[in-house]
């Protein structure tokens, strides 16, 4: 490599000597580097030996010798780099570097004096000398207290936020004498019945009013209902509970300081929760909102709309089974139970709560009566729904299992259920076939059954915020009647839509949400993430997707914006799953409602689509 650095040294400084000769106006430019003892212009220093701008200068003229090797073999060969190289790195003149700021110079007549730290070295010796006499937290262990120079810690157990008030107030008591009373202490004092049987309030039902609702005036209040049952068992149990709290006070009224934990220990085995949620067994509340004292058999209920041996079943869910009794559909439930239904956990009877208010509260919209507003016959009607308990009888179980020959049912056998499993029975109208096996015959019946899915969802969003949130193909019935038209009150305004003799029926309201003007009734998607982990592609689960995000998954709100997101996935039905007389003119038409479906906000601004005018007429027909 040496040899190499030598024989190009030799080539520029021969092609330099000519081009001096040629050219004597030009400047020598690069010269060899001087020796250390020299001194040399800033231009020199700079450049330090040979830059590129004299290779381009060298190899332009014309006596170069053309034995020259190249200037790239020469500078690297095979991954080698050249002595060169390092000269020939940056050949721009480096600017002046801003020399940095030190700090502004004292003045002469002052001189720098040491910080004395006096002060607080005396103040911080005279607080380590002091003995600490008092409680206080420790900064080590902030669950912990820790009292004058102990090295043992003492835990502090997870309390009520009254406990905690109560254990603050003997912290702050400095003079660590007899404690208050009880009821002093909790600010909760002593009454007697009468005076407490007045402030009792029953919030298990409530949630704060956003609206009222006319048609809520027939409506039996959830709330009365619970208070006559459990009104005298609160008040009795808060009575004893008091009792048990003063006792309790009296017994730690002269303890020490020192005694905290052992009294806090008594309160908490004594204190109940303030609210009267804590004293209610949701079981009992479910009972009281279907007007029982005591669940009934199934068999027994079954038996005032048919005889045994007639019992057909003619449906199936996840969570439950459909058999037909006379002319009503008793559809079964179960609940409470440790055993899972077709692979899934028993629903709870807070969770069946909902649904017995929102059957409940629909059905109002069947009364078109002076002072109604908003009325339609859309939702299934609710005749009864009852609490049961005990095994399935043999004549349902019979059923179950005809239907299973026929059918293959995907559900459990029901004899499998314990002596005490309970269930809710909702006796309801029998609303015809579901849209998934009900057989259209032509877009007129198509039309009938979007128009009157989307008036009677318009109507329940005026009268109470109401969305469904599961309208999916099989929660839709089917029916042929002589009708021709139907009725439907919409703010006040009567409504005539032609039926073309098909009747609808919009049934189960598991997952629906509804404002009856006292409460607001929903079911928390958010605590049910599987939900929406469906297959992509499928327009079911894809509606529950776009559903949350619209709801943001805050699901107690009011978003009519999803009732729209069902009837785009009810057309997305006819269009791609269901076969009827229809020309190539009826499809466009289908999927033009559809695009303009998405820039509807509620199915009151969805009636009036221009797909609807044509079926909407002035009077009965």
């Known amino acids: 490599m040496g040899d190499s650095s030598v024989n ?103 001189g720098v004096q040491p910080v004395s730290f006096e002060k607080e070295r005396e103040y911080f010796q005279e607080v380590d000398a002091f003995e600490l006499l008092e409680e206080s937290p420790s900064p080590k262990h902030f669950s912990t207290w820790a009292m004058g120079n102990q090295n043992d810690t003492v835990p502090i157990p997870h309390l009520c936020s009254r406990l905690e008030k109560w254990l603050l107030s003997k912290k702050f008591n400095y003079s660590c004498g007899p404690s208050s009373t009880l009821s002093k202490i909790l600010e909760t004092p002593y009454r007697n019945l009468e005076s407490l049987r007045g402030e009792v309030n029953f919030s298990i039902l409530s949630t704060p009013k956003k609206s009222s609702f006319k048609d809520t005036s027939g409506f039996p209040s959830i709330q009365s209902r619970f208070n006559e049952e459990f009104i005298t068992k609160d008040v009795h149990e808060r009575d004893i509970n008091s009792r048990k709290s003063n006792a309790v006070s009296e017994s730690v009224k002269n303890e020490s300081c020192e005694d905290v934990e052992v009294a806090v220990k008594k309160l908490s085995l004594a204190s109940t929760s303030a609210s009267s949620v804590d004293h209610v067994n949701p079981f009992s509340t479910l009972l009281a909102v279907c007007g029982q004292s005591a669940p009934t058999k199934l068999l027994d209920l079954f038996s005032k709309y048919s005889d045994p041996e007639n019992i057909v079943k003619v449906g199936e869910g996840t969570f439950g089974e459909a058999f037909l009794a006379g002319n009503t559909v008793c559809k079964v439930v179960p609940i409470d139970g440790d055993l899972k239904v077709n692979g899934e956990a028993q629903k709870k009877s807070e969770e069946l709560l909902e649904e017995v208010v929102l059957s409940w509260t629909l059905n109002h919209l069947r009364r078109n009566e002076g002072d109604t507003h908003n009325a339609c016959t859309t939702f299934v009607e609710t005749f009864e729904i009852n609490v049961c308990q005990g095994p399935y009888d043999a004549a349902l179980i019979q059923a179950w299992e005809d239907w299973d020959d026929k059918h293959c049912s995907e559900n459990d056998n029901p004899e499998e259920f314990p002596e005490n499993q309970r269930y809710i029975v909702f006796v309801l109208q029998h609303g015809g076939k579901d849209l998934e096996s009900f057989v259209l015959l032509n877009i007129n019946e198509a039309r009938s059954l979007l128009v009157q899915v989307t008036a009677g969802l318009a109507v329940a969003e005026a009268a109470y915020e109401f969305e469904h949130r599961d309208l999916h193909w099989g929660n839709v019935l089917l029916s042929r009647n002589d009708s021709v038209t139907m009725n439907f009150l919409l703010d006040g305004k009567q409504m005539f839509v032609r039926t073309f003799g098909l009747s609808v029926t919009i049934i189960d309201f598991t997952l629906s949400r509804i404002n009856t003007g006292e409460d607001i009734f929903f079911l928390d998607l958010s605590q049910d993430p599987e939900l929406f982990n469906g297959p992509k592609g499928d327009k079911q689960f894809d509606t529950y997707r776009k559903m949350k995000k619209v709801t943001e998954d805050q699901w107690e709100g009011s978003f009519p914006k999803t009732n729209v997101l069902w009837l785009v996935y009810l057309v997305d039905m006819l269009l791609l799953k269901k076969t009827f007389d229809r020309s190539s003119k009826d499809e466009r038409d289908l999927r033009s409602l559809k695009k303009r479906l998405d820039k509807y906000n509620s199915a009151k601004e969805a009636i009036f689509d221009p797909f609807f005018s044509d079926l909407m007429v002035d009077r009965p027909l």
């Open 8 to 110: 190009l040294w030799a080539h520029l400084i021969a092609s330099q000597q000519q081009q001096n000769q040629e050219e004597n106006k030009i400047e020598v430019m690069y010269e060899r580097r001087r020796k250390p003892h020299q001194q040399h212009t800033h231009k020199d220093a700079t450049l330090n030996g040979m830059s590129f701008a004299a290779a381009a200068a060298g190899g332009g003229t014309n006596n170069t010798n053309k034995n020259r090797v190249s200037w790239n073999r020469s500078l690297s060969t095979r991954g080698r780099t050249s002595i060169a190289v390092g000269s020939c790195l940056d050949v721009r003149p480096q600017g002046k570097q801003a020399r940095r700021k030190g700090k502004p110079a004292l003045p002469k007549s002052k």
